[in-house]
């Protein structure tokens, strides 16, 4: 186990110790936290009052604002545990790269240990950095008024940060896996980075998508996450918009902005629910692990 550790403990300072990698991969969260502030806010905005339909004295302006805040940091969150695993586990790519798995390979650590202690470090990673995340959106959303947030629903955020970085780093660890040079690595990271705040809905909600486009995106892990997130962090702030109407409108204004911002993700014609989500996200981890500790002890066979 000292073997695991030791390894592990050597993938992590790696990422941590390279203050640029950090930054690249937190990428899609800047751009998405900058075109917030430029103009995505408005939009946002602007869709919800157009639902309204003659509620518009019933819901506090506040609560509105407080909800797309809280679209901003659940698409922040989504951004950030696609980039920052694919960051982390650059490190497989570069050791192949560089010669440096040949002798990580001679060593007695065993296969399934080098494979699990990569896979390891890069979701420690991503769980820290997206704590820190979560954390530090909380505390301001709590600072600029009520975010309606239960301890509960707290702790259940934290859960799904920890779901979250499993699956995607099973997903990306699979793929890199093939990769073997920096450069290719780098050319993927470029096209994930642009697609991710789309793949998610953190620019565009999912529900503006075509059945196949939306459908397609669902098909990825962190889309599920987001919607998990989007769910348990403005779970609080939706009932106290519904409260506000008094049910004038039968929820109809409730079950709208849920539709719109995709509560609950579906990919051609089904619906998924939260724990259907989750069931599916912890399957698709699952098979990746499987795969990745399978195709990387074929992989060092064929040396």
Not at 33 to 58: H, P, Q, S
Not at 68 to 97: F, H, W
Not at 175 to 204: D, E, M, P, W
């Amino acid at each position: 186990m000292k073997d695991f550790m030791g390894f592990t403990r050597r993938n992590l300072l790696i990422y941590f110790k390279d203050r640029l990698a950090i930054v690249f991969s937190l990428m899609t969260s800047i751009i998405v936290f900058v075109l917030y502030l430029l103009f995505l806010k408005g939009t946002f905005v602007d869709a919800m009052n157009g639902t309204l339909n003659g509620l518009e004295n019933l819901i506090p302006a506040k609560d509105i604002d407080m909800f797309v805040n809280g679209i901003l940091l659940t698409g922040i969150l989504g951004s950030a545990m696609i980039t920052v695993p694919y960051t982390c586990l650059q490190t497989i790519v570069k050791d192949r790269e560089n010669g440096v798995d040949s002798d990580i390979c001679a060593t007695p650590l065993k296969r399934w240990k080098i494979i699990l202690s990569y896979f390891t470090s890069s979701t420690i990673c991503s769980f820290i950095m997206t704590s820190i995340i979560l954390t530090i959106g909380l505390i301001v959303l709590s600072i600029m008024g009520d975010v309606h947030l239960g301890i509960d629903s707290v702790f259940a955020a934290y859960g799904l940060m920890l779901l979250g970085s499993l699956s995607s780093t099973a997903l990306f660890m699979l793929i890199l896996l093939f990769f073997k040079s920096t450069s290719t690595c780098t050319a993927f990271f470029g096209i994930l980075t642009a697609a991710a705040g789309f793949v998610i809905g953190a620019y565009i909600p999912l529900s503006q998508f075509s059945n196949g486009v939306r459908g397609f995106c669902n098909l990825f892990p962190a889309s599920h996450i987001t919607s998990l997130i989007r769910n348990v962090l403005l779970r609080g702030i939706v009932d106290s918009i519904d409260s506000s109407i008094g049910g004038l409108d039968n929820g109809a204004f409730v079950t709208a902005i849920k539709d719109v911002f995709s509560f609950n993700a579906d990919a051609f014609g089904k619906s998924f629910s939260g724990a259907n989500s989750v069931v599916y996200v912890c399957a698709i981890a699952l098979f990746c692990v499987v795969a990745m500790t399978v195709a990387y002890s074929k992989t060092y066979k064929r040396r």
